[in-house]
């Protein structure tokens, strides 16, 4: 299973927002009733892992050297920073303020399903993000990417 698709929610002013059905099944179906969300370390949006998800990661994390510069700062920025966010029985999470504050959203917010994992994005830096992922330059190296992977 993986999370695909792009969903637009409102958030209110106390950070509530609903997770998208579609993730709400996916998540459930893994035995799931929470995200982990932390900051994304190369974009202004939120990445969230099932609980499933983030334990593999900070499990590979943990078997990194404690004193190595970059593991330090991997640590600091996006594992410190990850809060566990409940689903309610609404299907509504509540984004904590500093991570609403560091990606920007106020209130509407888009939901993007990248296969293991859940981006959340304000929609003025989503929509930018797709512009720059229009350039030529961006979309050669996105099709070299994907024949890579091809058989």
């Not at 970059?70 to 566990?84: D, G, K, S």
């Amino acid at each position: 299973m993986s999370f695909t698709g792009v969903h637009q929610h409102s958030i209110d002013a106390k950070g509530r927002t609903s997770l998208p059905a579609r993730f709400r099944e996916l998540l459930s179906a893994q035995g799931g009733d929470k995200l982990i969300v932390t900051t994304h370390i190369l974009s202004d949006c939120l990445v969230a892992f099932t609980p499933a998800g983030w334990e593999a990661l900070t499990a590979a994390v943990a078997r990194l050297p404690m004193f190595d510069e970059t593991t330090m700062h991997l640590t600091r920025t996006f594992i410190a920073p990850a809060q566990e966010v409940p689903v309610d029985k609404l299907g509504r999470v509540l984004i904590p303020p500093t991570l609403r504050e560091y990606a920007g959203l106020v209130e509407e917010v888009t939901w993007a399903g990248v296969v293991a994992r859940i981006e959340i994005w304000s929609p003025p830096r989503w929509a930018e993000m797709n512009r720059v992922a229009q350039k030529p330059e961006t979309k050669a190296k996105v099709v070299q990417k994907l024949a890579s992977l091809m058989i």
